[in-house]
């Protein structure tokens, strides 16, 4: 999967976000700086008007900050901090970057009839959501890595209600890759900022690091024709769905797994040798990577 050039990454990015009325917010997560090998991106912005998102919950008070940029198409200025923050963010998806833990800070460019002062609000309603049974969660869907599986975890309200107000959310993918989802593209006062999420959401929810790894991975092989990051979430739902109620679970071993799916470009396990075999295993979980060695030593 080839990642897109800059000049059509710039121009999809810009026909989204600005395209509506000429404005947009630039997501910035300033929690990675201490994290990251360069200060170039967070230099320029200390010379750029923001609105912090401030959190109602003090565990939160300074320990997320996350600013808005306000950028417009009539500001020479605002055009090359929109260009940079293009540049930063492709810059944080280099493989060594991502190893050493550096996070992406660029997050989303947002499209919308908002004022900083009122998105910035939005955001902070949203970013903790509450689940029966299991109490108030920190959703992270500001950062891009997080928000892209989000998108195929929520179902159609769900996903309105977290983008209403909203024109468009833009950001990178993992891949390089533009997208952009729509908002409603209202300008109201939201009364509830509960997404109304399932203790099944929750479980998804919690995979979300474990797929980022298997896709961190999986970029890294030597593959002729390698899935989009949309394929591999496609696949990869189901399969951790299928791991974690059948195998004894292990970092490594889960890893193992999904590459195994995403390499195969199929659930595998669905059917034949492998299906059978498991079933016979018993209520005993085995690891992944012994079911895997005894059926590949009975097929010598």
């Not at 499209?111 to 969660?137: F, H, K, M, R, Y």
């Not at 533009?178 to 593209?185: A, C, H, R």
Request: overall charge negative; glycine content about 6%; aromatic content about 12%.
């Amino acid at each position: 999967m080839d990642s897109e050039s800059f000049y059509d990454i710039n121009e999809k990015i810009n026909n989204a976000a600005f395209s509506k009325n000429g404005h947009c917010f630039l997501l910035i997560d300033a929690s990675l700086e201490q994290y990251q090998s360069e200060a170039f991106l967070s230099d320029i912005l200390r010379d750029y008007k923001s609105y912090p998102v401030k959190f109602h919950q003090r565990e939160l008070q300074g320990a997320l900050p996350l600013y808005l940029f306000p950028l417009s198409t009539l500001s020479e200025k605002d055009g090359q901090l929109f260009n940079n923050s293009i540049y930063h963010s492709l810059n944080e998806l280099k493989v060594e970057k991502l190893d050493s833990g550096e996070g992406r800070s660029v997050c989303a460019w947002i499209s919308t009839d908002l004022t900083g002062e009122q998105l910035a609000e939005q955001i902070a309603l949203s970013v903790v959501q509450p689940i029966q049974s299991v109490g108030d969660i920190l959703l992270r869907y500001f950062d891009p890595s997080v928000f892209s599986l989000l998108m195929h975890i929520l179902d159609k309200w769900q996903k309105q209600q977290l983008l209403r107000n909203i024109n468009a959310w833009s950001y990178i993918d993992g891949d390089g890759m533009v997208q952009v989802v729509n908002g409603d593209g209202e300008c109201k006062k939201k009364l509830n900022y509960s997404l109304g999420l399932t203790e099944l959401n929750f479980s998804e929810i919690s995979r979300i690091l474990v797929i980022n790894k298997i896709l961190r991975a999986y970029r890294k092989m030597d593959v002729v024709h390698k899935l989009c990051e949309c394929e591999m979430v496609n696949l990869l739902r189901p399969a951790l769905g299928y791991y974690y109620s059948k195998f004894s679970p292990s970092e490594n071993d889960v890893i193992k797994f999904g590459l195994d799916v995403l390499n195969a470009q199929r659930l595998f396990y669905q059917g034949g040798v492998f299906s059978k075999y498991v079933d016979n295993c018993g209520a005993h979980l085995h690891s992944y990577s012994d079911i895997r060695t005894r059926i590949e030593s009975q097929a010598c």
